[in-house]
């Protein structure tokens, strides 16, 4: 596919689209709208459908082959995968829960579950890297706004459910086998790869800085038009009313390419600056310019951007030789911190299984929460999940979007590494479990909403980290890899612990001495050893979140010292 020029509206375009793609990607946050009716439906028990609510970590999150096929096809393709993937998997799901297909078996159910929601790995990864890439120098806000959107995303699908859907988990499931397809093929022309700009651009900076406040305008908007529900009981033509204002809310970020559509400025500008950057050593340039003004620039740094972004090993070899051949390198040698690595590269270092630790202690138990979350409500006498989920939504939002904001604000001023604000949110999330045990009455939307924000940092920041840490040359495979966590910790701490758990309380609660049918547990102690146990895993993922930050910090002075990214100068690829 050929490379859009930088500064112009496509990357701009691409971006708008993407954010579509991001809520379409949310699919999985949905569980708990449907899993009350999976299990009253299906008469499934709480281990049974805790270990659905794994496949759904598991489809969401094991994305490996997004991230390899991201660098080997062109983003629609990706797209196209996993729209079918939505398709397949939600389909079942609706044939099951509407009952037009009866005695399907849990194997199956569990298994269109994975596949269901692995169709946001393909579409999550497919928007995200081609955007990092297209803006690799405000890495840390692209991640913050595409995954805070991602995270919203509950709440969107939370509004089409109590509107147009009629609060019905078969006409949720319905839509999301459709809907969410159609959406993803109508956008997959826009999400195109776009050569890369360098250097600081004000305008680029006010574009940032308006879809940020336009997606805070969305996420409060929906968060309260769903509380205020319930109370005034809106009549039909209100709620569509709200609906069609969150849709333009959502568009919202396509203003920037019809304003610089109407209002077209200088796209020169940032292009000279590159070049001047490029001449002091400070960074590298782009693929058009190195070719048609600065032909004498240096040939190993010049390759060295290039091939971070589009091109392969041969490239990467063939600049290895020409610096050998120069006198420059006498022998390859290992990538430091900041550079591209290659996968096998990465996963000998300490700093990256520092991350995973990290990373998998925070989305792992934080991922516990919200697929027990009707559960959880049920167990402490809320029987409305739309109001949690909702408000768990907003504030994942709020923590996605606050954790780049935030994180790329101090990276910046201070070169405070972002994995510092992965320690603090890490350390609430120990008070959070130890208020969700607690049950106090009243506490539990104050949990829920701390639980949110801070589970939304955990993205905003490892995303970044990853990329700093490893470079962008294989960042779908990170990412992926990463992304593992979740998964894993759903499988440890919801499957495996917290539905055994609940179990047995309710067993204990009916007097009898196996759980075999769908049966609730009320009260506190339905959940409260699990909680005590999440709050002393995220205590160990403090831990680990300090002693990396201490490791890297040396790298974040090296790429941010000036005040702005530099690429390093050096590449052993």
């Known amino acids: 596919m050929a490379n859009l020029k930088a500064g112009t509206r496509p990357p701009w375009v691409g971006l708008g689209a993407a954010v579509w793609v991001q809520i379409a990607s949310g699919n999985a946050y949905n569980f708990p709208l449907y899993s009350h009716s999976l299990k009253s439906v299906l008469g499934f028990n709480q281990h049974q459908l805790t270990m659905l609510g794994v496949a759904n970590d598991i489809g969401e999150n094991v994305g490996l082959l997004p991230g390899i096929a991201c660098n080997k096809f062109p983003p629609w393709v990706i797209l196209l995968i996993g729209s079918f993937a939505c398709i397949l998997g939600y389909g079942v799901l609706w044939l099951a829960v509407s009952k037009t297909v009866l005695y399907l078996p849990y194997w199956l159910l569990w298994l269109a579950l994975c596949v269901a929601t692995n169709s946001s790995a393909w579409l999550g990864t497919a928007v995200l890297v081609t955007n990092m890439r297209n803006f690799p120098v405000s890495r840390g806000t692209v991640a913050g706004i595409l995954k805070g959107y991602a995270g919203l995303s509950a709440a969107v699908f939370t509004e089409i459910y109590s509107t147009i859907l009629r609060k019905s988990s078969a006409n949720l499931l319905m839509f999301l086998s459709f809907g969410v397809p159609i959406l993803c093929l109508v956008m997959m022309y826009f999400v195109r790869a776009c050569t890369p700009t360098f250097g600081e651009d004000s305008a680029e900076h006010g574009h940032f800085l308006f879809i940020q406040l336009a997606s805070v305008v969305l996420g409060l908007y929906v968060l309260t038009t769903t509380i205020l529900d319930p109370i005034f009981h809106f009549s039909a033509e209100v709620s569509y009313a709200i609906l069609v204002g969150m849709v333009v809310l959502l568009m919202a970020p396509l203003a920037i390419p019809v304003k610089m559509t109407f209002c077209p400025s200088r796209i020169n500008r940032p292009e000279i600056r590159n070049q001047q950057v490029a001449s002091s050593d400070e960074t590298l340039q782009g693929e058009g310019n190195a070719d048609k003004t600065e032909p004498l620039l240096k040939s190993s740094e010049s390759s060295t951007y290039l091939e971070s972004f589009r091109e392969g090993d041969e490239a990467s070899e063939v600049a290895m030789l020409l610096a050998v051949g120069e006198g420059a390198v006498k022998k390859k040698r290992r990538p430091k911190r900041g550079e591209d690595f290659k996968f096998t590269e990465a996963i000998i270092k300490a700093d990256f299984w520092l991350l995973f630790l990290v990373y998998f202690t925070g989305v792992g138990s934080g991922v516990t929460v919200l697929n027990n979350l009707a559960q959880i409500g049920i167990a402490q006498g809320i029987h409305s999940t739309t109001i949690l989920l909702s408000l768990f939504s907003f504030c994942n939002f709020i923590g996605r979007l606050g954790g780049g904001v935030v994180s790329e604000h101090f990276v910046r001023s201070k070169t405070i590494p972002r994995t510092l604000?992965?320690?603090?949110?890490?350390?609430?999330?120990?008070?959070?479990?130890?208020?969700?045990?607690?049950?106090?009455?009243?506490?539990?939307?104050?949990?829920?909403?701390?639980?949110?924000?801070?589970?939304?940092?955990?993205?905003?920041?490892?995303?970044?980290?990853?990329?700093?840490?490893?470079?962008?040359?294989?960042?779908?495979?990170f990412y992926n890899f990463m992304s593992l966590g979740n998964p894993l910790g759903a499988f440890l701490f919801s499957g495996l612990l917290a539905g055994y758990i609940y179990d047995n309380e309710a067993a204990k609660q009916h007097g009898l001495g196996l759980v075999t049918s769908s049966i609730s547990c009320i009260g506190p102690n339905c959940f409260r050893l699990t909680f005590l146990i999440l709050a002393g895993i995220c205590g160990v993922g403090s831990v680990a979140s300090i002693i990396l930050t201490k490791r890297i910090w040396p790298v974040y002075q090296m790429l941010y010292g000036g005040g702005s990214f530099r690429l390093p100068q050096t590449s052993t690829h």
Request: net charge neutral; with cysteine.
């Open 421 to 477: 604000w992965m320690t603090c949110t890490q350390i609430i999330m120990v008070i959070t479990y130890l208020l969700f045990a607690s049950a106090i009455s009243g506490t539990l939307y104050a949990a829920t909403a701390l639980l949110g924000i801070c589970y939304g940092v955990q993205f905003s920041i490892m995303i970044p980290t990853v990329s700093e840490l490893f470079g962008l040359k294989h960042f779908g495979i």
